[in-house]
């Protein structure tokens, strides 16, 4: 069984020393390919440079997290696009002075995860409201970016789903290049994204017995759209539920949607999701 993990973050295995015996566990589940997803400047530069130590086993992600921007968030935003063609390293100085190209298996395959998160706010209503204000104006900023470079983008939202479609509406960003990460609403929202064009993909969540409305949106969407991810070290599927999640995991998401949400083979899942995710993030 061939698998891409199309969300994943990897910082928290290097964190922990642990990253050689995942990605080999991962390997040996049949993954094919990871993705690890930028969520602020303190992991954009180790991705790639995961990125250049795995060539074609790990690909990564440029984006804020709604859960990251604070007050400064513009000086974040800024190093995005540098990391699209250009090889200067975060925090080198600008100069006039020729950067030498990026090779493409070094670029990022997408802008992500950006969006919005009502969850995480703090309690008091004015502190609250704040920093929405400016997860939503660097959550327009990254669309901006994600326009300007034609690349896919990856969407965070939580408890504000709505709110999400109607900046994607208004940024002019292709939604056909648009994934909704870790989709948990319904069937309802999932038609929201199906007829402009866009799509979502699915963690262990589906394995969970309480998300019949889960599986009801990913069959509404269709195995020929699907996705599946991770988000390790978060939201570990079923039989290993209240351990920390990590790649190899994939496989039981895989076997659990293709045999109790799609009734086709594990085999024909992977070969669909896989060749859904190579052709949305150009891999």
Known sequence: MSLIDTHTHLESFVQAGTLPGALARAREAGLDMMISIGTSPEDWALYRDLAREHTGFVRYTVGLHPCAVEANW???????????GRARPLGAPRSNAAVPAVPPYLEPVAVGEIGLDRFHLPKDAAEAEKIFGWQRAAFAAGLGSAKKLGCPVVIHSRGAFAECVEMIDASGVEWAKVVFHCFTEGEAEMAELTKRGGCASFTGILTYKSAAN???????????????ETDAPYLTPMPHRGKPNEPAFLRHTAEFAAKEVFGVSPGELAAITTANARSFFGL
Do not use: N, T
């Not at 935003?77 to 699209?84: D, G, I, K, N, P």
């Not at 889960?214 to 020929?224: F, S």
């Open 74 to 84: 513009e000086s974040a935003q800024a190093q995005v696009e540098e990391f699209w």
């Open 214 to 228: 889960v599986r009801a949106a990913a069959k509404a969407q269709g195995l020929a759209r699907l996705m599946i």
